[in-house]
């Protein structure tokens, strides 16, 4: 009770059970220690201000199951469902996990995977329509990464609900590619696997294919806005062939172009920041994505008035403002290999990724999206090339020191391979650099 001092846990206690102490400790008195992690500590704090009941809090459930099932069908997360289950559910089962996808509310969509563990959690009401969000159950994965904005992962008893101890999770929230705003959230609940070191790399490396590919349905979006605006008759562009846009080539070490027009570093840069975000770009977020350090209005107002006249001279029509963005869409090379990996084509994404994109540019928004179509072209090698597609991988300037690449080439080739002897040469090379 408030103002009794609780007991502290006898020596050689669980974990668990000092958790438990620690929590009771924190009710009585208002105040958790400061043992326990900051992101465990925090969200402990606030399920404290909120009133929450360790013992008795529980989900809400969605009252009417077919209007939730239609809200589900129609919400954002609906057209990336086939990315998570390749990515995350098609080895959940016999991994033992259970993959579940939230909205920005932390109401549970989908909750697919291990068959026995999903009728487990169906005790703590872990099932599609339940509201997990933090104010109502407290510390979860997914509550808290919604919470905070980024990814988590709480370990049994460091979730404030005590039904939820035997469990442990990992989640990363989903943000809109356009415009930053929260879509929902990722989560794997399980054992201790769940909270496993590569499963945050697993969640995260979802979430960014996930974005990804919203971004794409995006572009793909603004392509018929674009064909509406333009007024094509409906029978005429039913006969004609859909064409591409101009190529707008910006991978590998090759100079930028715009079809066949020479491109400099900085409206390499603007183009396909503007070809990747189709929606279009305020002035402030395309500066801040251009620019390392803070630059005025006045010099991306002149330098887009010098990209006019470059996109004039390709028979480009000019920007539109307000925001900026692209007069007919272009086909930017980053963004046909993205839609190859989404759409499981890795072969054709391995032929158009001619290397890393505009390798030579520090702007902030095109080493973003370097680092993203980089991490997605080499997790999709790691778990699906063929050792010959895998091999031409890893001579790449860029997987030269990447002793996972080269340890998983190893590992896929024929104990009789000729190349093995060169690959294990290699890899003794790499290991002698990184001393």
């Known amino acids: 009770m408030p103002g009794h001092p609780v007991p502290a846990p006898e020596p050689g206690a669980s974990l668990r059970e000092r958790l438990l102490g620690v929590q009771q400790q924190a009710i009585a008195t208002g105040t958790v220690p400061l043992s326990l992690r900051p992101v465990v500590r925090a969200s402990w704090e606030r399920a404290i201000r909120g009133a929450i009941d360790p013992d008795r809090a529980l989900p809400r459930i969605a009252p009417d199951e077919q209007a939730f099932r239609d809200y589900r069908d129609g919400h954002a997360l609906a057209q990336v469902m086939p990315v998570v289950r390749r990515l995350l559910v098609n080895g959940a089962d016999d991994a033992g996990l259970i993959v579940a996808v939230g909205d920005e509310h932390g109401r549970l969509l989908w909750v697919e995977g291990d068959p026995s563990l999903r009728h487990r959690a169906e005790d703590m009401l872990f099932v599609p329509g339940a509201d997990w969000s933090e104010h109502v159950i407290g510390t979860s994965a997914p509550g808290t990464a919604l919470e905070l904005g980024r990814a988590v992962q709480i370990r049994g008893a460091e979730h404030f609900n005590r039904i939820v101890h035997p469990w442990s999770c990992t989640a990363a929230p989903v943000h809109d590619p356009e415009t930053g705003a929260l879509l929902g959230v990722i989560d794997i609940t399980g054992t201790d696997h769940a909270v496993a070191p590569h499963t945050l790399s697993l969640v995260s490396a979802t979430v960014a294919a996930v974005e990804a590919e919203l971004r794409i349905a995006s572009l793909e979006s603004a392509v018929r806005a674009t064909l509406r605006r333009s007024r094509l008759a409906p029978v005429a562009a039913a006969r004609r062939p859909a064409t591409a846009g101009t ?84 086909e930017l090379d980053a963004a046909v290999v993205a839609r190859a990996l989404t759409q499981g084509a890795l072969r054709r994404a391995a032929e158009r990724y001619e290397g890393p994109v505009l390798p030579s540019s520090t702007a902030p928004g095109i080493v973003e999206l370097r680092e993203e179509l980089a991490g997605r072209v080499r997790e999709s090698m790691l778990s699906d090339a063929s050792p010959e597609m895998l091999a031409r991988y890893a001579e790449r300037e860029e997987c030269r020191f990447d002793v996972e690449v080269w340890r998983a080439l190893l590992a896929v080739l024929s104990p009789r391979s000729p190349r093995r002897a060169s690959v294990v040469a290699h890899l003794e090379r790499i290991e002698t650099a990184l001393r």
Do not use: F, K, N, Q
Not at 261 to 271: C, D, K, M, N, Y
């Open 247 to 330: 190529p707008l080539t910006v991978l590998g070490e090759r100079r930028p172009r715009l079809g066949d027009v020479e491109l400099s570093p900085r409206h390499a840069e603007i183009l396909a920041l503007l070809a990747w975000y189709p929606s279009g770009l305020g002035a402030e977020r395309l500066a801040a994505l251009l620019y390392e350090a803070e630059a005025s209005p006045v010099t991306l107002r002149a330098e887009l008035v010098r990209l006019r006249r470059v996109l004039e001279a390709a028979g480009e029509p000019p920007l539109e403002s307000r925001p900026y963005r692209l007069g007919r869409p272009l």
